[in-house]
């Protein structure tokens, strides 16, 4: 009798299926941050990441894939192998705006990416440089006005919502303001401290700035006052209560991946989005930390592509 007969059948078995005896995950997690570093997507990444990678048992590496207002990264998602091993953490600019902004994106997020959880939600603020003359919203737009084309803003890129909510007020307020994308906002604070752009929608991650005396918050694109600028008038205030733009951060999957990984995925998310550090961590960056289920997250972010398709059709806007 051939007693290696057997053994050399239970090793092509395993060879033949490796899903079978791996358990997920057994290897590092790629987190796809479709921004360069410093921005606020990068952040959210950077501080989810290491709580991540304890939970997981593995490794997460942040992988920044800046470019095309986050297109880059997101194609690179959306066509890498459906097996968890390849995550991303993206924005309501790449996840809800761009398909209501763009005729043709390399990504559709309804069909290629399977939503994990909303991670944080948060307020865009105004914010100038400190030498320009505008002490208020009211001065900036009388500014604006004065002086067409003479105010550059930086945004993410286009189809961003930090290019949306600039563009929104140009509509709302009939001013010419001068569109000036980066490859991430987060590139925007040195030219705006620098005084080479003089304004940003920009969520509450610069805060330092602000204290420091090199920005200046003029207001804050949401119906109630931020917590974290109690001071800061929202546009409501200002006379513009239409003029609303908020950013937020999920994490999603490529299409496909088993429902046991995400399962196990999500399990982990919500262990680290439960802990306290973390949760301060975002809120110190004026990011409001969620934390839902699957099932939760995603018809929020179908009604999130509605919403900005109405939006965008009924002002008219359009991308360079």
Same mark, same amino acid.
């Given at each position: 009798m051939n007693k290696r007969a057997p053994i050399a059948a239970t090793?092509?078995?395993?060879?033949?299926?490796?899903?079978?005896?791996?358990?997920?995950?057994?290897k590092p997690v790629r987190l796809v941050a479709p921004f360069v570093p410093g921005g606020p997507t990068d952040i959210v990444a950077r501080v989810v990441a290491q709580r991540l990678g304890e939970a997981l048992g593995q490794t997460v590496i942040v992988d920044n894939r800046g470019g095309a207002a986050g297109a880059i990264g997101c194609e690179i998602v959306a066509r890498s192998a459906?097996?968890?091993?390849?995550?991303?953490?993206?924005?309501?600019?790449?996840?809800?705006?761009?398909?209501?902004?763009? &005729? /043709?994106?390399?990504?559709?997020?309804?069909?290629?990416?399977?939503?994990? =959880?909303? @991670?944080?939600? #948060? %307020?865009?603020?105004?914010?100038?440089?400190?030498?320009?003359?505008?002490?208020?919203?009211?001065?900036?737009?009388?500014?604006?006005? &004065? /002086?067409?084309?003479?105010?550059?803003?930086?945004?993410?890129?286009?189809? =961003?919502? @930090?290019?949306? #909510? %600039?563009?929104?007020?140009?509509?709302?307020?009939?001013?010419?303001?001068?569109?000036?994308?980066?490859?991430?906002?987060?590139?925007?604070?040195p030219d705006m401290v620098a005084g080479k752009i003089q304004m940003v929608f920009y969520p509450p991650t610069f805060l330092q700035f602000v204290r420091d005396g090199k920005l200046r918050a003029i207001t804050i694109a949401a119906p109630v006052r931020s917590t974290l600028l109690p001071d800061v008038p929202t546009t409501a205030e200002g006379g513009m209560p239409e003029l609303l733009a908020s950013s937020w951060h999920a994490i999603v999957a490529p299409a496909g991946v088993p429902a046991e990984n995400i399962k196990k995925f999500h399990a982990a998310l919500t262990t680290v989005m439960a802990d306290k550090e973390v949760r301060e961590k975002m809120g110190s960056v004026g990011a409001d930390p969620i934390g839902n289920t699957p099932e939760k997250f995603a018809p929020f972010m179908r009604s999130e592509v509605e919403k900005w398709r109405k939006v965008i059709k009924t002002s008219g806007l359009t991308v360079d």
């Open positions: 090793v092509l078995l395993a060879l033949a299926c490796p899903a079978a005896t791996a358990a997920y995950p057994d459906p097996d968890g091993y390849t995550i991303m953490i993206g924005s309501s600019g790449n996840l809800a705006v761009a398909p209501a902004l763009f &005729a /043709k994106l390399p990504y559709d997020p309804a069909k290629d990416f399977q939503p994990i =959880t909303q @991670t944080t939600a #948060g %307020p865009q603020i105004v914010v100038i440089n400190a030498n320009v003359p505008a002490k208020n919203f009211a001065e900036l737009l009388a500014l604006a006005r &004065a /002086k067409p084309g003479g105010l550059n803003y930086g945004s993410g890129g286009a189809g =961003t919502t @930090t290019q949306l #909510g %600039p563009e929104l007020l140009k509509s709302m307020a009939k001013i010419d303001i001068v569109h000036v994308p980066y490859k991430g906002v987060g590139l925007a604070l």
